[in-house]
């Protein structure tokens, strides 16, 4: 594996492989893009900071522009750019899973069925309509022994 240093004073790290397009990790490309939304470091800087060249840290932003415009315009909300954060995403996330769901070859197959119902579950809790799947209540037991002198013991 290639090593890469994240910025001049991370240590070296391992190059995340979860993502197609990117080395970073997930956090880190939120890093980069509030970095890129508050604009007080140039291009090779960050390039340097993030193991990357120019040209990528250019094409990140073109890619990431519509989450680096919603941090720029809200800088104070430390969850800007996380599309997910939103409701109304997530929401759109279960459907589509749901969807294509449905539209799969293996649809009946009962795993694909109990996945189709966790996902209207799921829909379900994000809007409210479920109660709590569990309530925890602790009541404090107080404990009288009547006939007994606590002295005396």
Do not use: C
Request: charge should be negative; proline fraction near 4%; glycine fraction near 6%.
């Amino acid at each position: 594996m290639t090593e890469v240093a994240v910025n001049k004073d991370a240590a070296v790290r391992k190059t995340y492989r979860g993502g197609s397009r990117s080395s970073l990790q997930p956090y880190q490309q939120l890093a980069l893009m509030r970095q890129i939304a508050v604009n007080d470091k140039t291009m090779t800087a960050l390039a340097s900071d993030y193991g990357m060249t120019v040209q990528g840290i250019r094409e990140f932003a073109k890619r990431h522009d519509n989450e680096i415009t919603e941090i720029r315009d809200h800088m104070a909300d430390q969850f800007a750019g996380l599309p997910l954060v939103r409701k109304e995403n997530r929401l759109a996330e279960y459907e589509d899973a749901i969807m294509r769901l449905r539209e799969h070859p293996n649809s009946d197959h009962h795993e694909w069925v109990k996945a189709e119902f966790q996902g209207l579950r799921n829909i379900a809790e994000e809007l409210g309509q479920l109660p709590p799947r569990a309530t925890v209540t602790v009541v404090p037991v107080i404990h009288v022994i009547e006939g007994v002198d606590v002295e005396d013991l």
